[in-house]
């Protein structure tokens, strides 16, 4: 299986490192993080870099995580990303019909750091079925 590239959507610095830093660490993925949903998709648009999937946190500074979600997929190139929530204020619940827009999920704050390589994972194999 090939590493899988995830744009991380985080203003938490703190959050951000540590979920970079142990996906990494895992050797399944490659994180590129942006503090805010305006410079990632202004990233998204003048680079084309391809990703796999977005991490996004749900109370973003601007714009809260699923407006950027259907921002980025009206970006051609992005249109089928799937995402996942980071949010200390959602439960898996508040998703119902989110799913139309890719939400693979919800990773609740705070989160265990030692089982969220395999969180990650398994919220994105949902992509497939």
Do not use: C, W
């Not at 990632?40 to 109370?59: K, M, T």
Request: cysteine-free; proline content about 4%.
């Amino acid at each position: 299986m090939s590493v899988i590239k995830i744009l991380l959507v985080e203003d938490e610095k703190d959050i951000q490192l540590i979920v970079k830093i142990v996906l990494e660490k895992s050797g399944d993925f490659a994180i590129e993080t942006f503090d805010d949903g305006i410079s990632a998709l202004e990233h998204l648009s003048a680079e084309r870099d391809r990703y796999d999937l977005a991490v996004v946190n749900f109370r973003l500074p601007g714009m809260h995580g699923l407006e950027f979600i259907r921002k980025m997929q009206a970006i051609p190139a992005y249109a089928d990303l799937p995402a996942i929530l980071i949010s200390a204020a959602l439960f898996e619940r508040d998703l119902n019909g989110y799913e139309d827009i890719g939400v693979l999920g919800l990773i609740s704050k705070p989160f265990d750091v030692k089982g969220l390589p395999r969180q990650v994972m398994d919220l994105y194999r949902r992509r497939d079925g």
